[in-house]
């Protein structure tokens, strides 16, 4: 028996788990492939590490970017040190025992004093002994009895102290974003970095390059599209290709499809990386300035195209010579040219070392070239009556400027023939030259005016203007806004002396107008549109009123009107208002460049019936006969201008809106086919006043030895509309109706000069010198229109102490002219005198 107890006892030790209970036996095992997989884990984290940096590669598609040799390179690298940690985990490591196990499980399950253990021992003596033998089973039963519950528990992982920098947590962020990004193209990728495979043409010809060139939008060009064959040698991408003109600034937009590694762009002289999208697509974008090649490389790829960029020239602007109107109204015609589009016109006014600038209404069928004309008003300028140079200024969207040559003039200035406007106007230049102390000046001779009302009629609007003036040139010092203000109440109340509300409805009228030709330009809503155009209709029919109201007090005043026809002018109205309806729906139906010429049309017409208006100094006789028959073509041509716009909008000559064709024909249109002229404005219309015309340059001509040179123009401008009329060409003979409806305009100017020129040389005996509206003579370089009034050194009207001296003068010669004892010759003389008073 003493022989058999070492053999039992190497029995138990060598398989512990073979007297242990099924129960106890499946939790022992468990604990043991528990502890295996622990341990080989703990062996494998370098590896896995290597390879979770080798994934993050590949899925971010990193190999691609990479040379067939760096690939091969970077491979090998990753082996080797997979191969290093493999041996660096398994150097110690080592299986289990089931000892290992027992105490394992002991330990999870907090069992004390090792019963596991216990268990799994054998009986060690008096094996044959039965109450030893039933003394050790009933020790086994009690250590099963208190077992209770096994439980096993993982290990705390080491890996804190082996990676104190967590490198893990970024491995596993970086893991995980790459599986993303790559998604299904997961396993291509890997299978790519594990299988190096150099590029061939077939690869290359199936990438997919495209660029596209946007130029600048104030270009109005469209964009360029580009492609390349990747597959072609370098020199054949652009051998034959000439050089793509582009503006410089134009954006470039280079999209490759299916290259994978990052290529390379070439534009301005630089180069610089595209950026990758995906995988797949790759993109850059860039502004060109500089440079003649747009090249793109990269991975065996080599495309390119050549460019030639150009550059944005500054515009050129042109500037015909001015003329002023009867009304001083300075009416310019202008135009401007830029390679890519004219942004902004504008008129610069010099005068000494100031300039000054107004805005332009410029407008063409393309951008590049455009023209304009219009009317400025500048009566009311400070520089009005001296010599300034004018140019015509061009901006282009870059804000580059081009100038006009200058063109010199004396700035038109108002004459004005209500004794207190001019009195008015000359103390306003005063004021404008010297604020300061020269305001008590001014107001010192405005008071004579105020204490005189019937002056002005007793006008109460005037009266409370001259007072406000005086009141405050004599308070408080003016700062700029109040010079301002002031100035433009004396110009003001002098207009409303002279001719009423009709210059200040113009001048409300040409604002209205500028408004709206700025509003269609700028492309403004089309609520704006509509209000403005109420608003302009608003004006031009208030402006008509003035008008009319102005003819009838000159009329019954006995005035002499030179191109007045209450008909025409009624005619005239109604045109005016269905030639601003049409401009109303052409904006409303888009075509905003053809109402911008619609009221530039309108304008002019507006402008034209200022020459029926009556002027001061008017005179009978052959000359002004001639100025009448002059008026009566004008008119007329007016009429055909009307007739062919309303050819144009499908209407027939002569038919008003709203009459069927055919409707009112019988009835007189107007001055100009109330003298009989056929086809209602066709070509043999205007052949015949073109005629007449020719005529009345005969007659003036045979009076006076020559003949206006705006007449000689019109008289080509009617040849034209005759010839384009003939060929049904409506837009150019418009514009030719139009072209000699202004040069009859500047005509008559020229005609009205030369008149008065020579009725001021031969003035005859019986002829009284010009009188002032005071009864005091002029002198001949103060006639009509001169100085007479506001001569320096001269008051304006007489002074409340002349008033007074002249009062005692009068009471003392006919106090004396009663006197019975003076000598009749004396009497006599003094009744002379008296009359004088």
């Keep these: 028996m003493q022989d058999s107890r070492p053999s039992l006892r190497s029995q138990a030790a060598a398989d512990p788990m073979a007297a242990l209970p099924g129960r106890v036996r499946g939790w022992t095992w468990a604990a043991w492939a528990l502890m295996l997989l622990e341990r080989t884990g703990r062996a494998l984290i370098p590896a896995l590490a290597v390879i979770a940096a080798f994934a993050i590669v590949s899925l971010f598609n990193l190999f691609r970017f990479m040379p067939l040799w760096l690939h091969w390179g970077v491979l090998a690298l990753f082996g080797a040190a997979l191969l290093a940690a493999l041996w660096w985990g398994f150097r110690s490591w080592r299986a289990p025992l089931p000892g290992d196990a027992l105490r394992r499980l002991e330990a999870d399950s907090g069992l004390v004093h090792r019963p596991l253990t216990h268990l799994a021992d054998r009986q060690a003596s008096n094996l044959v002994d039965p109450l030893a033998t039933i003394l050790w089973s009933h020790h086994q039963r009690r250590l099963l009895a208190g077992l209770g519950e096994l439980t096993l528990a993982p290990q705390p992982s080491d890996l804190p102290r082996r990676d104190?920098?967590?490198?893990?947590?970024?491995?596993?962020?970086?893991?995980?974003?790459?599986?993303?990004?790559?998604?299904?193209?997961?396993?291509?990728?890997?299978?790519?970095?594990?299988?190096?495979?150099?590029?061939?043409?077939?690869?290359?010809?199936?990438?997919?390059?495209?660029a596209w060139i946007t130029p600048p939008d104030y270009t109005r060009l469209a964009p360029i599209s580009l492609k390349a064959d990747p597959a072609a040698q370098p020199v054949e991408a652009g051998a034959e290709s000439s050089p793509i003109e582009v503006p410089v600034g134009s954006k470039l937009l280079v999209q490759i499809q299916g290259l994978g590694s990052a290529a390379t762009l070439a534009a301005n002289n630089e180069s610089k990386p595209l950026e990758m999208l995906d995988e797949e697509t790759q993109r850059a974008e860039l502004v060109l300035k500089q440079g003649d090649r747009i090249g793109i490389t990269g991975s065996g790829l080599d495309v390119g195209w050549p460019i030639a960029l150009r550059p944005d020239l500054p515009p050129t602007a042109a500037l015909q010579e001015p003329r002023a109107t009867e009304r001083a109204v300075?009416?310019?015609?202008?135009?401007?040219?830029?390679?890519?589009?004219?942004?902004?016109?504008?008129?610069?006014?010099?005068?000494?070392?100031?300039?000054?600038?107004?805005?332009?209404?410029?407008?063409?069928?393309?951008?590049?070239?455009?023209?304009?004309?219009?009317?400025?008003?500048?009566?009311?300028?400070?520089?009005?009556?001296?010599?300034v140079e004018l140019r015509a200024v061009a901006r282009d969207a870059l804000g580059q400027i081009g100038a006009s040559a200058p063109v010199a003039m004396t700035l038109p200035e108002r004459k004005f023939y209500h004794p207190v406007a001019r009195a008015i106007i000359e103390q306003r230049k005063r004021l404008a030259q010297d604020s300061g102390a020269g305001a008590i000046a001014v107001a010192r001779k405005l008071v004579p005016l105020l204490m005189q009302p019937d002056a002005f009629e007793n006008d109460i609007t005037t009266f409370m203007a001259l007072d406000f003036m005086v009141k405050r040139l004599t308070s408080n010092p003016l700062d700029k806004q109040e010079l301002g203000n002031v100035l433009q109440l004396m110009w003001d109340t002098a207009l409303a002396l002279e001719d009423g509300g009709v210059s200040m409805a113009m001048r409300e009228l040409r604002r209205l107008q500028r408004a709206l030709e700025e509003a269609l330009q700028r492309g403004a809503s089309d609520e704006e549109i509509e209000r403005l155009?109420?608003?302009?209709?608003?004006?031009?029919?208030?402006?008509?009123?003035?008008?009319?109201?102005?003819?009838?007090?000159?009329?019954?005043?006995?005035?002499?009107?030179?191109?007045?026809?209450?008909?025409?002018?009624?005619?005239?109205?109604?045109?005016l208002n269905q030639m601003l309806n049409e401009a109303?729906?052409?904006?409303?139906?888009?075509?905003?460049?053809?109402?911008?010429?619609?009221?530039?049309?309108?304008?002019?017409?507006?402008?034209?019936?200022?020459?029926?208006?009556?002027?001061?100094?008017?005179?009978?006789?052959?000359?002004?006969?001639?100025?009448?028959d002059l008026g009566k073509i004008m008119q007329e041509q007016q009429q055909l201008l009307q007739d062919t716009f309303r050819r144009q909008r499908g209407q027939q000559p002569g038919q008003q809106p709203g009459q069927q064709p055919g409707e009112g024909q019988e009835q007189g249109m107007g001055q100009g086919q109330g003298q009989g002229m056929p086809g209602g404005g066709g070509a043999e219309a205007q052949e015949a006043l073109r005629q007449q015309l020719g005529e009345l340059m005969r007659r003036f001509s045979n009076a006076t030895g020559d003949i206006p040179q705006g007449l000689g123009q019109a008289e080509q401008s009617m040849r034209g509309a005759t010839d384009a009329l003939r060929g049904e060409q409506l837009d150019s003979a418009a514009q030719a109706q139009n072209d000699a409806l202004e040069q009859l305009k500047q005509g008559m100017q020229q005609m009205n000069q030369a008149m008065q020129q020579q009725m001021g040389a031969q003035r005859g005996p019986g002829q009284r010198d010009p009188m002032d509206p005071f009864g005091r003579a002029l002198s001949d370089d103060e006639g009509p229109g001169g100085d007479a009034f506001a001569r320096e050194g001269s008051d304006m009207v007489p002074l409340e102490s002349e008033v007074d001296r002249s009062r005692q003068i009068f009471e003392e010669l006919r106090q004396r002219r009663n006197q019975p004892q003076r000598p009749k010759i004396e009497r006599d003389y003094l009744d002379r005198l008296l009359r004088q008073f």
């Design 533 to 575: 155009m109420n608003e302009l209709q608003q004006a031009m029919n208030e402006y008509l009123r003035q008008m009319q109201e102005q003819l009838a007090q000159a009329m019954q005043k006995g005035m002499q009107l030179q191109q007045m026809d209450p008909n025409s002018l009624q005619l005239s109205q109604q045109d």
């Design 584 to 628: 109303r729906r052409m904006a409303q139906n888009g075509a905003r460049e053809s109402a911008q010429q619609m009221l530039q049309q309108l304008q002019n017409m507006l402008e034209n019936l200022q020459m029926a208006m009556p002027m001061p100094g008017q005179t009978n006789g052959p000359a002004q006969q001639m100025m009448n």
């Design 164 to 210: 104190p920098l967590a490198l893990r947590g970024l491995a596993v962020l970086l893991l995980a974003l790459g599986i993303a990004i790559a998604w299904d193209q997961s396993g291509n990728r890997l299978w790519a970095a594990v299988t190096p495979q150099p590029r061939t043409t077939a690869d290359i010809a199936a990438i997919t390059v495209e």
């Design 330 to 387: 300075l009416h310019v015609v202008y135009g401007a040219k830029d390679d890519f589009g004219v942004a902004e016109m504008r008129l610069a006014i010099t005068q000494g070392k100031e300039t000054q600038e107004l805005p332009l209404t410029a407008h063409g069928a393309d951008p590049r070239e455009v023209k304009g004309q219009g009317f400025q008003d500048l009566t009311a300028h400070p520089w009005a009556g001296l010599p």
